[in-house]
């Protein structure tokens, strides 16, 4: 199985079974076998010609020219062509042949003159027409070559005869000389005139300019006059103007600041109003922070005054006991009689004894056991008696 490749230049033509196919450009393929193929170029072609004629007034001439083609239908030129073979060359030569013999003709019936005159509007034309028609003129299956020519033209033309050659160019440098001899001489001669009228001339374009240097020099000095004036006018115009203008400015920023002061006078009062308020609220918040604060200390220094009450209160009751302890201790093993010549001994002890019962008291309340006690202990000038021995 044969692998083709063709390049981004040329065209793949597969045919198989009697069926010619264009695969495109830049492309590869694997061919099954019975399968033929063609590559066929798609780029621009160059076909040159050079050929010797003689013209209508027995000149030779040898021109050179130059067609350049390339291949539009790769289908179409295939079946024309055969490309295996240099089909481009092919190409070539059909279009040399035709060219040359169109031009032939042409040239046999134009004078050596208009064939270098127009090498390129008639004999350029001569080429494209007859290619157009070879490629495009028409068979009984279409009449196309499957290509486009984009430049048919003759390229240069040459006189064969070295002689001849160089005689034209003698007759046409003479040609030049004698043309710029006569205008030379012309030219002298247009000189010369000038000089003989030059005096005149410029006597009369001396006087006519200096008139006319007059009359301008009068014309700028009344144009000055004129436009000092006007300008003047203008620059009063202009000064009344911008007084008006500074006026309606003065009258309209009065305005203006008198709408100002009218539309910010209730607005500056609302604001002093307003912070006369917030001033007045926190003032009053500050006054009742105050008493809050008042109110927190009295708080608290009534709460350390109750503590302390409390404390003087619960002070007796917490030594209530060690005082009974300590009276009993005093007392323990103690015998008091009340009657013969110790009987002041019970008015010695009588005070303490009676001090001891009301700190009794006081300490247990006036239901307490211990206050009954110590009552008892004192009432009626009796005291306790010990037991016997």
Known sequence: MPFVKAGPDQYLLVGRKGVLEDRGSAVQAFLLPGTIYVLVPSTKQEAAFEFTQETRDGIPLRFKGIIVYRVTDPLTAA????????GVAQITTLLTHISLGELRHAVSHMTMVECIEQRKTTLGGVVEEALRQAIHGGTGDGGDWGIS??????????????????QLEAEVRNEIKL???QSDLHTREAVELAEMGSDDRIQQQKLATDKEALRRGEEMELAAINRDRRMAAERLI?????LEVEREKVGLEMELERA?????TPVRLLRIENETQILRNDLERQRLENQVKELEVDTTMLLKRA???????????????????AASKVLQGTQLVAYGQ??????QVGPILDLVARAVRTATGPTGGLGAAGAGTTGAGTAPTAPPA
Do not use: C, W, Y
């Not at 079946?79 to 240099?86: A, E, N, P, T, V």
């Not at 100002?260 to 910010?264: I, L, M, P």
């Not at 503590?307 to 009974?324: D, S, T, W």
């Open 238 to 242: 202009t000064e009344r103007q911008s």
């Open 307 to 325: 503590q302390e009450a409390l404390r003087r209160e619960m002070l007796p009751i917490e030594q209530a006991p060690r005082i009974v302890e």
């Open 179 to 181: 043309k710029s001899e």
């Open 260 to 264: 100002r002061t009218a539309t910010e």
């Open 342 to 347: 110790d009987g002041h001994l019970l008015d």
């Open 149 to 166: 020519v984009e430049v048919g033209q003759v390229a240069q033309v040459f006189i064969v005869d070295t002689q001849l050659r160089q």
């Open 79 to 86: 079946r024309l062509f055969d490309f295996g073979h240099d």
